[in-house]
């Protein structure tokens, strides 16, 4: 490309509204280099090389390449973009993606953590900070929020959601896109929504497995947090592996056209995921040809990694199978993407060098993603043990609590572990000279070498001989006042591909844990996890357990700071922690059967809704998080017994801090509809505030009701609110909650 004709439309960009810009520069554009916009391939094999000898910048060069994902180091991106700004005839820049899920080299909880903060702000802010990072490092596009509705734990990517709860699934995926985006300036990357449609209930909990449901659970129970990413401006959606309706989701023009962009009105663009062209051919529709076709027309725009549009599209338009507005309309939408990020203004606007030395792993973002940490742990179980004392002698015992890399969990494609605490490095900092930290690592995380190096994936943890470990481990236990374990998962036996068949404590784990708790010594649980997981007999033997999932790069510090007292735990959980495999999958937001057990019936109910051999109710119920103080829920309070759909109602609440700690609260509205055309939910959450009180401090927290929250979709998919009862209730858990009744009129 001359540099005059580089020099024009950079003016023209900075000159032009958005749609003038790109009618004026897809006039100029061949159809070689309009496919070429929808062509978006790896780049691994350019990590560790230059730029110039990888194919990618011959494609780049050609004007046949839109997008590029997974290109890490700025100096990559930046020699990549001036390949395709400076050499291709057009210039036209690239979109780097990379996936991005919590944080970057500052490393935030893994997002099913984030959300058991139940905190808003703090999600947005972190999204904020991982764009700044990003972008700092070359990457304008970031593959999150996922914000996939799940209820199966045994599906490894929960890890990467908000849990089972549309609204609250909605009102994170909302902070996310905005806290990526922003006002896409020099910190803002452009976010893609995933995995659109239905992903997170793959059959058995197995990753890329098929899924089946009717519509009305489509709309009522998974499609809301989409739609909310959509509204809130996300700039892209990622379509999913799994098929809808019998149809790939790639392929399927009801999802992408119909629903997305007709229903929605969505303006931004879709890219498949890895690979789902391709894929498509295995799930038995068609050769490439047929899929490359059906995607397009279907509404796909881009292509990631399957070269199928790259080498099929030109060949189908000949044949008369697409048209030229086919295409048109794909490459249209990637290149205003590009406007929007401010590509064409300055290509390389993301690729500032000085920003290498002031936008990553700074105090400031150390300490927010260290706050969060915090907020995420969820206190499942205190028999008065903590929190613990600075005193004494500390047995600090497990696999984890010495490892650097699995801290941050899975999904973390920036982290520098060598710039982070382990657990033990951080409590003996937290302790100083008051207290001793006596370590041993105990066991392996699984007594099979070739199962647990299988889990690893790259984040390793030291073999031991699980004998000698053990007799160190009950030796400094029997020496210690109390024990810390430091035991669960391994961060990447939880993510993409990491579904599980068994949740508990692996087994050499579990036979430490058990010995260890026959000492008599008071035992603290820190469970590592990435997902709930089943812990029944530790729910009943052991003195306190803390689920601290993956708290990112700050893990360690956080951790401390919950476990000596410094902060009271406040997470409550978004997915409920089954008390045994068989209950999978176990939500609270279920519909009635007509046979339901009795509330309060014991045992086993014959011609009942029930297990032979275990309760209907789970471990820990959906919201359930305890503190280091007690509230005590006053009785709530109406301002009317019935509303209009004009109208609305006030529920108002007195939440007192009853114990001796200052702490946060999440107070949770539900609401269930009485008598509908549809059966509906035992209850739904409808409201949430998370708020801080002082010891002995109490405040009424009001909620207003309104018509929307009543609102379900019918058998026919109409948006309704129908008049009749309903009952409001509201609690610190989904389960522990107070009830009313009121009538919408």
């Known amino acids: 490309m001359t540099a005059t004709l580089l020099a024009a439309l950079t003016v023209s960009a900075q000159k032009m509204p958005m749609m003038e810009y790109v009618d004026h520069l897809m006039s100029t554009m061949t159809l070689e280099e309009k496919i070429g916009q929808l062509n978006l391939l790896p780049g691994n094999d350019i990590t560790t090389g230059a730029v110039m000898n990888s194919p990618l910048a011959q494609l780049a060069a050609e004007g046949k390449l839109g997008a590029v994902l997974n290109v890490k180091g700025q100096d990559k991106v930046r020699e990549l973009q001036r390949v395709a700004v400076e050499q291709s005839r057009l210039g036209i820049p690239l979109l780097i993606g990379q996936d991005v899920i919590h944080g970057n080299q500052t490393v935030f909880p893994i997002p099913l953590a984030q959300s058991c903060s139940w905190d808003i702000e703090a999600i947005e802010n972190g999204a904020r900070i991982a764009a700044k990072e990003a972008t700092a490092q070359g990457i304008n596009w970031v593959y999150s929020p996922m914000v996939d509705i799940a209820i199966d734990p045994r599906w490894g990517r929960v890890a990467e959601g908000a849990g089972e709860d549309p609204f609250l699934g909605c009102r994170i995926g909302e902070a996310l896109v905005r806290g990526y985006q922003g006002c896409y300036g020099k910190e803002n990357a452009m976010a893609c929504v995933k995995h659109f449609a239905l992903y997170g209930a793959a059959e058995a909990g197995r990753d890329y497995n098929t899924v089946d449901m009717s519509r009305v659970r489509m709309y009522n129970q998974y499609l809301e947090p989409y739609k909310a990413a959509a509204k809130a401006g996300a700039g892209s959606f990622m379509s999913s592996f799994n098929v809808v309706d019998g149809v790939p989701a790639t392929c399927n023009r009801w999802l992408l056209t119909e629903l997305l962009r007709n229903d929605w009105q969505y303006d931004g663009f879709v890219v498949t995921d890895y690979g789902s062209i391709n894929e498509a051919v295995v799930h038995g529709i068609g050769d490439q040809t047929v899929t490359a076709e059906r995607a397009l027309k279907a509404g796909t725009d881009m292509d990631m990694c399957s070269f199928a549009f790259f080498s099929q599209l030109a060949g189908l338009l000949q044949a008369g199978r697409i048209t030229q507005s086919d295409i048109d309309t794909a490459c249209r939408r990637v290149l205003e993407a590009k406007y929007k990020l401010g590509l064409f203004d300055n290509p390389y606007r993301f690729c500032e060098p000085e920003r290498l030395k002031t936008d990553l792993y700074t105090a400031e973002h150390r300490q927010a993603a260290r706050e969060m940490a915090a907020e995420t742990f969820v206190l499942l179980k205190n028999d008065g043990l903590l929190p613990l004392k600075k005193q004494g002698k500390i047995a600090l015992i497990g696999p984890l609590a010495d490892n650097r890399s699995n801290m941050v969990g899975c999904w973390s494609t920036g982290d520098t572990p060598e710039l982070y605490s382990t657990l033990k490095e951080a409590m003996e900092r937290a302790v100083g000279d008051k207290a001793r930290i006596l370590f041993a690592q105990g066991c392996n995380i699984y007594a099979d070498e070739a199962t647990q190096n299988g889990a690893s994936f790259g984040r390793p943890i030291d073999r031991v001989d699980d004998g000698q470990a053990k007799s160190e481990a009950l030796r400094l236990a029997a020496e210690a006042d109390v024990v810390v374990c430091a035991m669960g998962e391994m961060a990447e036996m939880s993510g993409e591909s990491s579904s599980r068949t068994d949740l508990s404590l692996p087994d050499v784990q579990m036979n430490l844990l058990k010995e260890l708790v ?146 946060d609260e999440v107070v949770q509205l539900y609401i269930r509809d009485l008598a509908a055309s549809i059966s509906r939910p035992v209850k739904e959450l409808k409201g949430f505030e998370r708020i801080t009180l002082k010891a002995g401090e109490s405040r009424d927290v009001t909620f207003n009701i309104n018509v929307d929250m009543l609102k379900f979709y019918d058998s026919d998919l109409r948006h309704v609110a129908e008049p009749g009862d309903f009952e409001v209730m509201v609690g610190g858990n989904s389960r522990d909650v107070q009830r009313l009744t009121f009538t919408l009129r």
């Open 518 to 663: 026959a000492t008599g010594k008071p035992v603290v649980l820190l469970n590592f996890s990435g997902r709930p997981t089943i812990m029944s007999w530790e729910a009943e033997n052991v003195t306190a357990i803390m689920n601290v999932w993956f708290g990112g790069s700050e893990t360690g510090d956080a951790i401390c700071d919950v476990l000596f007292g410094d902060k009271s735990p406040s997470g409550h959980l978004t997915m409920t922690m089954p008390k045994a495999l068989g209950q999978i999958p176990i939500y609270y937001n279920h519909l009635n059967t007509g046979r339901p057990v009795p509330a309060g019936a014991s045992g086993f109910l014959k011609y009942q809704s029930n297990y032979i051999d275990e309760r209907n109710e789970p471990l820990y119920p959906f919201g359930y998080g305890l503190s280091y103080t007690t509230f005590e829920y006053g009785t709530p309070r109406l301002d009317a017994t019935s509303m209009t759909a004009e109208g609305g109602l006030t529920l108002t609440v007195n939440v007192r801090n009853t114990g001796g700690y200052d702490a």
